[in-house]
C-alpha cells in the first residue's frame, strides 16, 4: 500500500492527485508568463535580422544560426566551414562547470552528511555558517579568493613558510583558479539540497544494517546513497548549470583570456558587437543543451521509480 | 475689501505659480557610478531648485542596450563616452541642441568645440577627458617605454607580465596605432595582418582585465598594463612603483560628454543642468573630484596644484598624438568582432 | 564498540572535510574584513588600522545611495524569497504527490527554466516584455524578475526533501479520516521545514547576490547593493566596500546567534 518503504521513502504517490492542478497554477502562470513569454521572445529574436550596434529589424533572417555553425573566414565570403570557435567555448564551459561540480561534490557531499547528522538543535546553526559568507557580494569575494591566490599572497606565503614548495605555484590566471572560483561561488547549491535530503533519510534502517554485520561504507553505498539521490542530483543541477553561464570567476580568477559561454553572449548585448540575434541564437543553444541533460535526468529518474515499484 | 479680496487672488496665483514651478522641477540623469560629487549636485539643487534623480550603468554599452530595450524617454541625460555620442547620434537617439538653448556654450574650449564626433556641439558638451595608454612598473623594466611594443612586442622582462583592457575599442585602436593602419580600415590585407599580429602579442599577456587594470599592477600581478591615466595616478600613489608611457605611435584620448537624450522628459531642466556643468566654478570642482581633466575654459587656475603637475597630464616631446577611438562601419565592425572572438576563442 | 564500527553516523574524514570546506569559505571573508580595517585607499597595501571606512560608509557622500540600496536589496530579498518559496512548495507537492500525469516532465521543464536559461539572456529577455507591455521599470520590476529565478531555486531542495518521505503517514492519517487538506498541513508540511528552509535561504542568498537582471530591469533612482557595488567598482575598488561586506557579514552572524537561541529555549518545551 505505501510501496517502497523498504527503499527508504517513495519517490512519487498520488496523495493529492486532485488538488494538483490547483497546486501548479501559480507555478505556471507566473513563470509562464514572466518566463516563457520573454524566453519565447528571445528565440523570436534569434531569427530577425540584427540592427547594427544592438537592437533587431523585424526581418527573418537565420544569419545568427549561421555565424553559429559555420566559418566563412574573416571576411565572410570563404566557402563554409564548420565553425569550431564556439564549439570549442562551449566545450571549454561544459568541461569548467563539470569540474567545478565534482569539486562541490567532493566537499558539498561530506559537509551536508556531516551537518544532517548533528544533533537537531545545532543543525540549524550549521547551516546558517555555510550559508552566511554569502550575503557577502560575489564580486568582493571573488576578488578576495583573487588576493588570496596571487603569487605574493596569502596562500603561497603559507606553503612557502610551512615549507612544502620552494617557488611560489601561479595558481592565478589559471583554469584551476576558475573551477575553485566557480565551486566557492555555489557550494551552499550543492550542500542545502543533500542536507535536505540526508536529513531526512531514515537512519534506523542503518542500525538495521548494521545489525545484519554490513559495514559502514557497504551501508553507505546500498542504503544510504540511492535514498539521497534526489538531492544530490538537484545539488549537482544547481551548480552545474549556473557553473556554465557564469563569466565573473572566469574573468577575475582566469584573467578573462578566454570567452566562455557567459561572456560571449554578454559581450552580444553589452559589448561592441551588438549582435543581439547571435546572443539569442547562442542562448538557444546553450537552452537546448541543458534542456536535453535534463530530460535524460527525468527520464532515468523515471526509469528508477518504475523499477522501485 | 476689494483690496483684501485682490491681495489674496494675488497671493493664491502666487503659491500656485511657485508650486507648479516646483512640482515640474526635476532632471533624470543617466551616469556612470559615483562619476559626480555629492556636492556638486546639492549645489545644482540649492542653485536651480531642481531635484536630481541619477540612475547608473557600469560602461557605454550597457548604457546603450539598456536605451535600447526601452529606456529612451525615461531619461533626460547621460553621460557616454567620444565614440559613443557618434553612435547614439547616428541611431537618432539624442536630441539637437538649437542656437542659444545653452547659455554657457562659449565655456567650452576651443580644442573640444569641434570634436569629431560631434561636430559644432549639437548634442553634447564635455564633462571630464583623459587619455588611455599603458604604465610600467619600472623595478621591472628600465629601457624606453614611450613605444607600443611595449604591449605587442615586449621585451623579455615584460613576458608573461602584461594586462590589456578588456575591452574591444581600445584594443583594436592601440593595435591600428602600433601599425600605424587607420582605425577602422577597410583594407583586407591590413585586417589580415592587424588578426595575425594580435593573436602572436596575446601569448605575452597575462590577463584581460578593466576593473583590475589598477590593482593588478600595484599587487605585481602585471608588471606592465593597459590603463586610464587617472588609475595611473592613483596606482602611483597606493605605491606601484609605475610610469605612465606616451607612445610615440600614438595613444588614445578618451572624453566624456553629458549628451540631450530624444523624448526627454524635462527637457528644459536638463539643458539646465548641462549649462551649470559649463560654469569654470563648478567645472573645476568637478575635476579636482575626479582628478581627469576638463572641457571647459578657464578650469586651470582653480584646479588643485597636485593635478596640474600630474605626469599623466604632461606628455613629453616627441610623443606621439592622442587620438579618440573610432566606431567602425557596420561591415568592418564585423570584421572586428571576429577578430576580438578570434582573440578570446 | 560494535557500535563505532557500524554507526554510519559518523564517517571518517567527514568532519575534516567540513572543517576544510568552512575554512575555504571564510578565509576569504577574513580578507574582507581585514582590508576593511586598512588605513590607506588601496585593497592591496597595508596602511596601518583604521575605522574610518566603517564611518564613511554611515557618513561619506555616497552612504545614503549605499544605505538605500541595502534595503532595497533586503526587502526584495525577503519578498521574493517567500513568493517563490510558497509557489515552489505548492507545485513539489503536485509534481511528488499528484501523481503521473502527462505534463508531469514538461512542468519540470518550465519551473527549472529560470535557471537554465543565462541570466544575461534572462536579464534582456525580461526587459523587452516589460517595455512590450508598458510596465514602468522600478523597484516592482525588480521584484517580479527575483521573483521568477528565484523559484526553481527553492523548488529544487523542497522537491528532494519531499520525494524522501514516505507517505504513509499522510495515508495513515486519511485513514483516520483526516481531510486531504489536514494532512497536507499537519503531516507533510511540519516534515518539509529542513526542505523550505533550506529553499528559502537559497532563494534569499541568490536574490540578494543579483546584479546582471537586477540591472536591466532597474528603474532610474534604483539601486540594490550588488549594482551599487559593481558600480563602485568601476571607480576603483575602495575599502569602503570592505567596510560594508563586513558589516553584513556582522548582521548574519547577528541574526545566527539570535535564531540558535530561540532554538535553544524552543526546544525546552
Not at chain 1, 542562448?283 to 541533460?293: A, F, G, K
Not at chain 3, 523587452?128 to 514602468?136: A, D, L, P, R
Request: charged fraction near 15%; glycine fraction near 6%.
Amino acid at each position: 500500500m505505501a510501496g517502497g518503504a523498504a527503499s527508504g521513502g517513495s519517490a512519487s504517490t498520488d496523495t493529492y492527485k486532485e488538488a494538483r492542478n490547483w497546486l501548479l497554477l501559480p507555478a505556471w502562470v507566473y513563470l509562464g508568463v514572466f518566463v516563457l513569454i520573454p524566453v519565447i521572445m528571445m528565440l523570436v529574436y534569434s531569427f530577425l535580422t540584427k540592427e547594427f550596434r544592438g537592437g533587431v529589424v523585424w526581418e527573418f533572417s537565420t544569419a545568427a544560426y549561421d555565424q553559429f555553425f559555420f566559418d566563412r573566414g574573416l571576411f565572410g565570403d570563404e566557402p563554409a566551414k564548420i565553425e569550431w570557435t564556439y564549439i570549442t567555448i562551449f566545450w571549454r564551459s561544459i568541461w569548467q562547470a563539470a569540474a567545478a561540480t565534482l569539486l562541490a561534490l567532493a566537499i558539498g557531499f561530506p559537509t551536508a552528511y556531516f551537518i544532517a547528522t548533528r544533533p537537531e538543535r545545532a543543525r540549524p546553526m550549521w547551516v546558517f555558517l555555510i550559508t552566511i559568507p554569502y550575503w557577502v557580494n560575489l564580486l568582493i569575494r571573488t576578488v578576495s579568493m583573487k588576493f588570496m591566490l596571487r603569487d605574493t599572497g596569502p596562500l603561497n606565503d603559507v606553503l612557502i613558510g610551512i615549507g612544502l614548495i620552494n617557488d611560489p605555484i601561479s595558481i592565478i590566471n589559471t583554469n584551476f583558479a576558475v573551477q575553485l572560483g566557480l565551486f566557492y561561488s555555489y557550494l551552499p547549491f550543492m550542500v542545502l539540497p543533500i542536507y535536505a535530503s540526508v536529513e531526512r533519510y531514515n537512519f534506523s534502517l542503518s542500525e538495521a544494517a548494521a545489525d545484519l554485520y554490513a559495514s559502514k561504507w557497504v551501508t553507505l553505498r546500498r542504503i544510504l546513497l540511492p535514498a539521497v539521490k534526489p538531492g544530490v542530483i538537484a545539488g549537482c543541477i544547481l551548480v552545474f548549470v549556473p557553473s556554465m553561464g557564469s563569466f565573473l570567476a572566469p574573468d577575475l580568477l582566469g584573467g578573462a583570456k578566454n570567452f566562455m559561454i557567459g561572456s560571449l553572449i554578454e559581450e552580444q548585448f553589452k559589448g561592441n558587437a551588438g549582435n543581439w540575434p547571435f546572443g539569442a541564437a547562442a542562448s538557444m543553444v546553450l537552452l537546448s543543451m541543458v534542456l536535453i541533460i535534463l530530460m535524460i535526468f527525468a527520464r532515468q529518474q523515471a526509469k528508477a521509480e518504475k523499477e522501485v515499484s | 475689501m476689494t483690496n483684501l479680496l485682490k491681495s489674496s487672488v494675488a497671493a493664491l496665483a502666487l503659491v500656485t505659480v511657485a508650486s507648479a514651478a516646483a512640482a515640474d522641477g526635476k532632471v533624470v540623469v543617466y551616469h556612470w557610478f559615483e562619476y559626480m560629487p555629492q556636492e556638486l549636485v546639492d549645489k545644482f539643487t540649492a542653485d536651480t531648485g531642481i531635484e536630481v534623480v541619477m540612475d547608473t550603468y557600469d560602461s557605454n554599452e550597457a548604457m546603450l542596450a539598456s536605451l535600447k530595450a526601452g529606456g529612451m524617454g525615461t531619461y533626460d541625460v547621460s553621460v557616454p563616452g567620444d565614440y559613443m555620442v557618434k553612435i547614439m547620434a547616428s541611431a537618432g537617439m539624442l536630441d539637437t541642441i538649437a542656437e542659444g538653448e545653452l547659455a554657457n556654450k562659449g565655456s567650452i574650449s576651443a580644442e573640444w568645440a569641434d570634436p569629431s564626433f560631434d561636430p559644432g556641439r549639437q548634442h553634447s558638451v564635455p564633462y571630464q577627458w583623459g587619455s588611455t595608454s599603458f604604465a610600467v612598473n619600472r623595478d621591472v623594466f628600465v629601457g624606453d617605454i614611450n613605444n607600443t611594443d611595449i604591449l605587442f612586442n615586449p621585451p623579455a622582462e615584460l613576458q608573461g607580465k602584461i594586462n590589456v583592457l578588456d575591452s574591444q575599442g581600445e584594443v583594436m585602436a592601440m593595435a591600428a596605432l602600433h601599425m600605424g593602419i587607420p582605425q577602422c580600415t577597410s583594407d583586407r590585407d591590413q585586417l589580415k595582418a592587424l588578426n595575425a599580429m594580435l593573436l602572436s602579442a596575446k601569448e605575452s599577456w597575462v590577463s584581460f582585465n578593466s576593473d583590475t587594470a589598477k590593482e593588478v599592477l600595484v599587487s605585481g600581478d602585471a608588471a606592465a598594463g593597459m590603463i586610464y591615466d587617472g588609475f595611473s595616478a592613483k596606482a602611483r600613489a597606493e605605491g606601484a612603483n609605475v610610469e605612465y608611457a606616451f607612445p610615440t605611435q600614438g595613444y588614445i584620448a578618451w572624453m566624456d560628454n553629458v549628451v540631450l537624450l530624444k523624448d526627454a522628459p524635462n527637457r528644459e531642466n536638463a539643458l539646465k543642468f548641462m549649462d551649470f556643468l559649463l560654469v569654470p566654478e563648478n567645472a573645476a570642482q568637478l575635476t579636482n573630484w575626479t582628478q581627469y581633466a576638463s572641457g571647459v575654459e578657464g578650469v586651470a587656475p582653480l584646479l588643485d596644484e597636485a593635478l596640474r603637475t600630474l605626469p599623466e597630464a604632461n606628455p613629453q616631446n616627441g610623443a606621439g598624438q592622442a587620438v579618440f577611438i573610432e566606431a567602425c562601419s557596420e561591415e568592418v565592425q564585423a570584421v572586428y568582432d571576429t577578430i576580438w572572438t578570434n582573440l578570446k576563442k | 564498540m560494535r557500535r563505532s564500527k557500524y554507526d554510519i553516523k559518523s564517517l571518517p574524514g567527514f568532519f575534516g572535510i567540513t572543517i576544510l570546506c568552512l575554512f575555504i569559505l571564510y578565509a576569504p571573508l577574513v580578507v574582507v574584513t581585514v582590508y576593511s580595517l586598512n588605513d590607506s585607499n588601496s585593497i592591496t597595501n597595508w596602511e596601518g588600522v583604521s575605522l574610518r571606512w566603517y564611518v564613511d560608509v554611515f557618513s561619506g557622500h555616497e552612504s545614503q545611495k549605499f544605505k538605500i540600496a541595502a534595503w532595497n536589496s533586503f526587502t526584495i530579498a525577503i519578498i521574493a524569497a517567500t513568493v517563490a518559496t510558497t509557489i515552489a512548495t505548492l507545485a513539489a507537492t503536485a509534481m511528488v504527490r499528484g501523481g503521473k500525469f502527462k505534463l508531469r516532465t514538461v512542468s519540470f521543464g518550465l519551473i527549472s527554466l529560470p535557471l537554465m536559461v543565462p541570466e544575461i539572456v534572462l536579464a534582456v529577455a525580461t526587459l523587452i516584455f516589460f517595455n512590450s507591455v508598458g510596465f514602468t521599470r522600478g523597484y516592482a520590476t525588480i521584484l517580479i524578475a527575483h521573483i521568477a529565478f528565484c523559484i526553481p531555486f527553492a523548488y529544487l531542495p523542497i522537491s528532494a526533501r519531499m520525494q524522501g518521505i514516505d507517505d504513509s503517514y499522510e495515508q495513515a492519517a486519511q485513514d483516520l479520516y483526516a481531510t486531504k487538506r489536514q494532512a497536507f498541513t499537519r503531516i507533510l508540511l511540519p516534515m518539509m521545514i529542513p526542505g523550505i528552509i533550506s529553499g528559502y535561504l537559497l532563494a534569499f542568498i541568490v536574490s540578494l547576490d543579483d546584479f546582471i537582471i537586477t540591472n536591466f530591469v532597474k528603474g532610474a533612482g534604483v539601486e540594490t547593493l550588488p549594482t551599487a557595488i559593481f558600480g563602485s567598482v568601476k571607480q576603483g575598488i575602495k575599502p569602503n566596500i570592505m567596510a560594508i561586506s563586513t558589516m553584513l557579514l556582522g548582521v548574519s552572524v547577528i541574526l545566527v546567534t539570535i535564531s540558535y537561541f530561540v532554538s535553544k529555549t524552543d526546544n525546552k518545551k
